[in-house]
């Protein structure tokens, strides 16, 4: 897991994952200047698929469950932050 605090303002465009059927439910976007991104595999039945998991900070049950991997959600914090 790693955790950016910085006083620059992060904006991500995610794709949602459903955490009931692990399907797409659409773009979502977070804002803020603290994230912690985890990455985890999960399974529904016979349906499976890796997701990552992104805490801003606020109250929301955990994180939000995105489809996006781990490399690019890193690497566009790391962009907006200025630590390419």
Same mark, same amino acid.
């Given at each position: 897991?790693?955790?950016? &605090? &910085?006083? =620059?303002?992060? %904006? ?7 955490? +009931? /059927?692990?399907?797409? @439910? $659409?773009?979502?976007?977070? =804002? $803020? *200047? =603290?994230?912690?991104?985890?990455? @985890? !595999?999960? &399974?529904? $039945?016979?349906? @499976? &698929?890796?997701?990552?998991?992104? #805490? *801003?900070? =606020? +109250? *929301? #049950?955990?994180? !939000?469950?995105? +489809?996006? /991997? !781990?490399? +690019? %959600?890193?690497?566009? %914090?790391? @962009?907006?932050? $200025?630590?390419?």
């Amino acid at each position: 897991m790693k955790l950016w &605090r &910085r006083l =620059t303002m992060i %904006i991500l465009e995610l794709n949602r994952v459903c955490k +009931s /059927s692990g399907r797409d @439910e $659409g773009k979502i976007f977070l =804002t $803020g *200047n =603290t994230f912690a991104v985890t990455s @985890e !595999y999960h &399974r529904w $039945g016979k349906f @499976e &698929r890796d997701i990552c998991v992104v #805490n *801003n900070g =606020t +109250s *929301n #049950n955990g994180g !939000y469950w995105v +489809s996006d /991997s !781990y490399g +690019s %959600i890193v690497s566009v %914090i790391e @962009e907006q932050t $200025g630590r390419c």
